[in-house]
């Protein structure tokens, strides 16, 4: 029983303090499977459903509507109850016609924002990483776990507006000064402001970015925390109607 734990399984006690459940109340809850998100910045689709929602009881409940395909990610239905998910998913409920976007509030708990149907029909994706494949084709790696092959030179840490689940790229948010950021790690998580002055270093130190908020405050993060959404107001709607 111990081993199939380990597995399948996480103490609750170790659970991710994005994760909305009680450590104490019991002492395992389920474990992400391997996927799009690292375990630390997402959570299965099981906790979304029954402890967010809360459209089911308990785990059997959960995993019974999971598993009919009632649940869709970024346009898919997913029915892994330990699928992961994250910044940025995009979860709907056909049946009862309910849109959310996962999003960082300003404790860095990932929470459910509701949107319009317009709204789900996009998700915007951080380029982590790029390389140069065969036919000189650029493979961009995105914050989510997918990669999108693209003949356009986008550069790190740029945001791309994909249309899902077709994966195609509808625009572009470049990382630069003047551009809005939102903060997704560090003691500034969930906070957004106007990107002022970025120092890229040429040593070991990390990168940094200085910004602006919309009262005037000025604060320091690190480049990797910085999650453009648009140049003079977002392309997705924001917790607090900002």
């Not at 375990?39 to 995993?63: F, G, H, T, Y």
């Not at 997913?78 to 960082?104: A, N």
């Not at 961009?140 to 790190?156: A, F, P, Q, S, V």
Request: charge should be positive; glycine fraction near 8%.
């Amino acid at each position: 029983m111990a081993k199939m734990g380990s597995r399948k399984h996480l103490k609750r006690y170790k659970a991710p303090e994005n994760w909305p459940i009680h450590p104490k109340e019991y002492k395992w809850t389920v474990k992400t499977s391997p996927g799009s998100h690292a375990l630390d910045k997402s959570m299965p689709l099981l906790i979304v459903v029954r402890d967010i929602l809360k459209i089911a009881d308990n785990a059997r409940e959960a995993k019974i509507i999971i598993n009919k395909g009632d649940i869709l990610v970024d346009g898919r239905p997913r029915k892994d109850y330990k699928f992961p998910v994250g910044f940025m998913d995009i979860i709907e409920i056909p049946k009862s016609g309910k849109v959310y976007r996962i999003l960082p509030d300003e404790k860095g708990r990932l929470i459910l924002h509701p949107i319009s149907s317009e709204n789900k029909e996009f998700k915007l994706c951080r380029i982590e990483d790029k390389t140069t494949i065969k036919g000189a084709k650029i493979q961009l790696n995105l914050h989510d776990g997918r990669n999108c092959l693209t003949e356009d030179d986008y550069k790190t840490a740029d945001v791309l507006k994909l249309k899902v689940p077709e994966q195609e790229i509808q625009d572009h948010i470049k990382f630069e000064n003047g551009s809005l950021g939102l903060i997704t790690g560090g003691k500034h998580i969930g906070e957004r402001g106007n990107i002022k002055e970025i120092t890229i270093t040429k040593s070991s130190m990390p990168n940094t970015v200085v910004i602006e908020t919309a009262n005037g405050k000025t604060f320091q993060t690190l480049k990797d925390y910085v999650f453009v959404l648009g140049k003079e107001k977002p392309l997705i709607t924001l917790p607090g109607g900002k």
